[in-house]
């Protein structure tokens, strides 16, 4: 189940160098990307490194969100802050990366929603709680939705490590 | 139905007799490579690891391969400590294939895993860097992942969830003209097909020109196969694979190879006659904004690379030495040659190439990736710009935003070089 509400609207083709600036790429480690997330998007970051954004809220994009570079850090530095993007549909690489590090993401082709509207997950509905509006949702190939759902590949890969090996 | 060259490999790595576009597969691994970032990699493997009362052990060192290429030598503490946390893990694991900071087995990692024989035919090769693709030259099915995925494949030897992919089959009719070369190849094709052209499929490249191709040329055109969206880039393996594999890499047990079925099903043929083709260049920013040399002659260029994963073997450091040879690089234009590997850069020494371009007033710098990233060395004044061999032009690719970003073949950038504009090759004899 998720539910959340909306705390940043941006627009298509968002590039990972927007998301985690190429300045802050020596920076690697999950535990210490967070504070570079949206870093020049002063106010947003600001929110966000003040924890004024709760776990669970929802950053709404269009098209394309993640292109550009392959960079892991754009995916780490919103788990980090357990942001939920919903995107009208996101990059091949970000999507791989954001799947492996357990980022929650609903990819929703038609979705409308503003900064501050409550969105809901409903089985394969999105729905709008302040428009009342709903939108449907495209799922994920099961295989990696077995990813999202051990939390990201290392607590899936622990798991088939313990399973299969010994 | 006829399977690709990857649909049967990929059907071998999993021991089955057919796979269709699309299956999603588990292979097993035969090479797993790294360069700098296996510090992540190695942060992500020990949390796999954590709370499962089990000492954290790689599944296999043989298969795993490390080279530092990125930031050598290291240019900030950070780096110099993330190198050091790599070292001792390596040595802690047994892993043989190492390649340190190190003047006689250093390099690229693209050119460092091709010569020392880690790559052969039929071969499962990921690395953690886009420009793995590389290795399908010596027809390996070989592909970028992130740095969580290599955790998961250091601890399974696995690769999880790859999809058959869709593959795109490139035919090199005909012979290059004089001073036209696989750079130029590679880079029409991507300005043609667009840097999304091959999305999520292979480029299988075949025809005549690719036949009498060396394979240091093959790895030009699989290295930037990614810049048309690529997965990956492969040439079927043949009798210069194994000649390579032979008497440059080492290889010395029987090498066993296959062809794509004559009646596989390509989503897409692309036919391209090899003399038709003049020099190109990729201008900026965006590797697929392709023209013909003539268009963009006579352009003002203030630093001229030659080198990288991409141009920076034996035979690109020699076209460069024989245009540059008893002339001079023009005054306000700096030339930085890369070599790809020390083993090159020992035998260019060797052949007096090296003297060649320094006494024309080249600065030869130590193999690395350099100036590629931006990272390290070379970085461009504001609104200065360069032409290189390397694989992308993106803005700020050389360190500084305000800097434009030409992409050519070692030939052109050495005829630049010389007149400090960019130049036709064919005019520089």
């Keep these: 189940m998720l539910q959340g509400k909306v705390v940043r609207k941006v627009g298509d083709d968002v590039s990972t160098d927007i998301i985690y600036p190429g300045r802050y790429m020596a920076t690697v480690l999950p535990t210490e990307t967070p504070q570079y997330a949206f870093a020049d998007d002063a106010e947003f970051n600001q929110r966000l490194r003040a924890k004024e954004i709760p776990p669970g809220s929802i950053l709404v994009a269009g098209k394309n969100f993640g292109c550009g570079s392959s960079r892991e850090q754009a995916a780490s530095c919103l788990k980090g802050h357990e942001l939920v993007v919903v995107a009208q549909n996101f990059a091949r690489i970000f999507l791989q990366n954001a799947i492996n590090l357990g980022l929650r993401m609903i990819i929703c082709p038609t979705v409308e929603a503003g900064e501050a509207d409550e969105l809901m997950l409903n089985g394969g509905t999105l729905v709008n709680r302040t428009t009342g509006k709903s939108f449907p949702i495209v799922s994920l190939p099961k295989a990696r939705q077995a990813i999202i759902d051990a939390g990201g590949l290392i607590p899936y890969t622990r798991r088939l490590l313990v399973e299969r090996r010994t | ?429």
């Design chain 2, 1 to 429: 139905m006829g399977m690709t060259y990857v649909q049967k490999l990929l059907a071998r790595a999993v021991g089955k007799r057919e796979v269709a576009v699309g299956d999603v597969l588990e292979p097993p691994v035969d090479l797993a490579m790294s360069h700098e970032n296996a510090a992540l990699v190695l942060n992500q493997f020990l949390e796999i690891y954590q709370g499962t009362g089990r000492e954290a052990r790689v599944w296999d060192p043989s298969r795993i391969a490390i080279i530092f290429d990125h930031r050598v030598p290291a240019e900030s503490s950070k780096t110099a400590s993330n190198q050091k946390k790599v070292r001792e893990f390596v040595a802690s694991q047994g892993i043989a294939k190492f390649h340190d900071i190190r003047g006689d087995i250093g390099g690229i990692c693209h050119q460092i895993l091709p010569e020392n024989g880690y790559v052969r035919p039929g071969a499962v090769v990921v690395g953690t860097d886009r420009h793995t693709t590389t290795h399908g030259a010596l027809g390996a099915f070989a592909f970028g992942i992130g740095a969580t995925e290599m955790a998961s494949v250091w601890t399974l030897g696995r690769i999880l969830n790859v999809e058959v992919p869709a593959t795109l089959k490139v035919v090199v009719n005909g012979a290059f003209r004089d001073d036209v070369y696989p750079k130029d190849l590679i880079l029409y094709l991507i300005g043609r097909i667009s840097a999304e052209g091959a999305n999520f499929k292979v480029i299988e490249f075949h025809g005549p020109a690719i036949r009498s191709m060396p394979t240091s040329g093959r790895l030009v055109l699989c290295n930037m196969s990614v810049e048309a969206g690529a997965t990956g880039g492969v040439v079927p393996p043949d009798a210069e694979t194994l000649r390579y594999l032979g008497e440059e890499a080492g290889v010395r047990e029987h090498v066993e190879t296959f062809a794509p079925d004559p009646d596989a099903l390509y989503d897409q043929v692309i036919e391209i006659e090899a003399g038709s083709l003049p020099p190109q260049i990729a201008c900026p920013h965006t590797v697929d904004n392709v023209k013909p040399v003539d268009a963009v002659k006579g352009t003002r260029v203030h630093q001229i690379v030659v080198g990288s994963c991409t141009n920076g073997r034996l035979d690109d450091i020699e076209v460069a030495a024989r245009i540059l040879k008893g002339r001079k690089v023009a005054a306000g234009t700096r030339l930085l040659v890369f070599p790809a590997s020390w083993r090159i850069y020992h035998e260019a020494m060797d052949r007096g190439y090296l003297r060649d371009l320094m006494d024309a007033g080249a600065v030869v710098c130590n193999p690395g990736c350099g100036p590629r990233l931006g990272v390290h060395q070379g970085a461009l004044g504001d609104g200065e710009t360069a032409l290189a061999t390397t694989n992308r032009n993106f803005k700020g690719r050389m360190g500084n935003p305000a800097g434009e970003v030409y992409l050519s073949s070692p030939a052109v950038a050495a005829a630049s070089a010389l007149t400090g504009v960019i130049s036709d090759p064919r005019e520089a004899h």
